[in-house]
């Protein structure tokens, strides 16, 4: 069964210090991985598509990366305005359109 | 820039009855989602529909579901009789063309009594 696991749950960061949050997933194959940003009440927001193992993409604070068996969203210097939960979702293989999600990390950045 | 848009973004019903929640894709998208997401738990998927009809759904999406794009811009999820269990948001989402990024509306929270 296609798995997407985050971790960690919750993380608590002061303003300027920077983390990773990771993404680790259990498929048959990946098409694509996905990384959103979900406010309290509001629907995911997309940030990012990674294709292959090496693949890196960039926007602003957050960096994701991609290996064969786990994707990792860097936060340089993050803001309190990243605060935020952030989902990551695979594209399994298969000829299946779903996203299968993970659970999220829920991320509070204090000034 | 395009979004998704849903509509009611809360709707509250008692149990039994019908419920239609309804969603505005993103224009010459191609691929139509509908996902939930209980309080505290995953977003699931739902069902997926292309070409005017449903290429794929869960076991979630049972006999009282059932998804329409009635006019060429609306793509609506009904379920025709609620349950306590169906208390969740709902989100719709959108694909220009398959296995790319999916765009998500803001939900409908669907609270029932």
């Known amino acids: 069964e296609d798995q997407v696991t985050q971790s960690p749950e919750a993380l608590r960061l002061q303003e300027g210090e920077s983390s990773s949050l990771n993404c680790s997933y259990t498929?048959?194959?990946?098409?694509?991985l996905f990384w959103y940003r979900q406010d309290p009440g509001k629907g995911p927001e997309f940030l990012f598509t990674?294709?292959?193992a090496g693949e890196e993409k960039e926007k602003e604070r957050l960096k994701a990366t991609l290996t064969k068996k786990e994707s990792f969203l860097h936060i340089t210097a993050p803001k309190p305005e990243d605060s935020a939960t952030y989902l990551c979702?695979?594209?399994?293989?298969?000829?299946?359109?779903?996203?299968?999600f993970g659970k999220g990390t829920k991320l509070t950045v204090n000034p | 820039e395009p979004e998704v848009t849903q509509t009611p973004s809360h709707q509250v019903t008692q149990m039994g009855q019908e419920v239609i929640l309804r969603c505005v894709p993103i224009?010459?998208?191609?691929?139509f989602y509908w996902y939930r997401q209980i309080l505290g738990q995953k977003v699931e998927f739902l069902v997926s529909?292309?070409?005017?009809?449903?290429?794929?759904k869960s076991e979630i999406f049972d006999d009282q579901f059932s998804v329409e794009r009635p006019d060429g811009s609306n793509f609506t999820l009904k379920i025709r009789s609620t349950k306590l269990e169906d208390s969740a948001m709902y989100f719709c989402?959108?694909?220009?063309?398959?296995?790319?990024?999916?765009?998500f509306g803001p939900g409908t929270r669907l609270t029932v009594l």
């Open positions: 979702a695979v594209h399994p293989q298969g000829g299946s359109e779903k996203l299968v």
């Open positions: 498929v048959s194959g990946l098409r694509g």
């Open positions: 990674l294709y292959s």
């Open positions: 224009s010459n998208h191609l691929y």
């Open positions: 529909f292309y070409n005017n009809e449903i290429s794929e």
């Open positions: 989402a959108s694909e220009p063309d398959s296995y790319n990024e999916q765009f």
